[in-house]
């Protein structure tokens, strides 16, 4: 089993590798799982220039931003479809933000992966149509994990 970790990293604080890191040594360690960690491979295969500039890119030179983040686009969802089998999403005020989580949910949707969802607001906020996406909801990490222990 792969899940691919939806949610938001331009603008988390932490880039969103925080939780992303301890859901991924907890599905390895305790399920035996692996995870795709988009956070952590954002820039894997960018030349150094691109690296270096493509965030100031965004606000000064979009002819030169648009491909870097069309690399990036390509790559993210190449994993989500072709190599994952599920999804585990923090839904916060940071992804509100973005819009590359909202397209991730949707796409896993329409390709028929469970998406598993952790709220980091209350249910409420959420978009009625990133809840339409889900298969199931859970108020924290710790409801996840015991989810997923018992699927083992």
């Given at each position: ?37 988009p ?63 909202h ?25 009625s ?24």
């Open positions: 089993m792969r899940f691919y970790l939806a949610g938001a990293i331009e603008a988390a604080p932490d880039a969103g590798t925080v939780w992303r890191h301890q859901i991924s040594q907890f599905l390895k360690t305790s399920c035996g799982w692996d995870a795709f960690d956070s952590q491979h954002e820039q894997d295969f960018l030349s150094e220039e691109e690296k270096s500039n493509f965030r100031t890119w965004k606000s000064t030179d979009t002819q030169r931003f648009r491909p870097v983040m069309k690399k990036i686009i390509d790559r993210d969802l190449y994993q989500l479809l072709q190599k994952c089998d599920a999804v585990i999403c923090l839904w916060d005020e940071h992804v509100i933000q973005g819009a590359g989580t397209g991730e949910l949707t796409l896993a949707y329409e390709h028929q992966l469970p998406v598993y969802l952790v709220l980091g607001m209350p249910l409420e906020k959420v978009s149509w990133i809840v339409g996406c889900t298969t199931e909801i859970f108020q924290n990490f710790e409801e996840l994990k015991q989810y997923l222990s018992s699927k083992v």
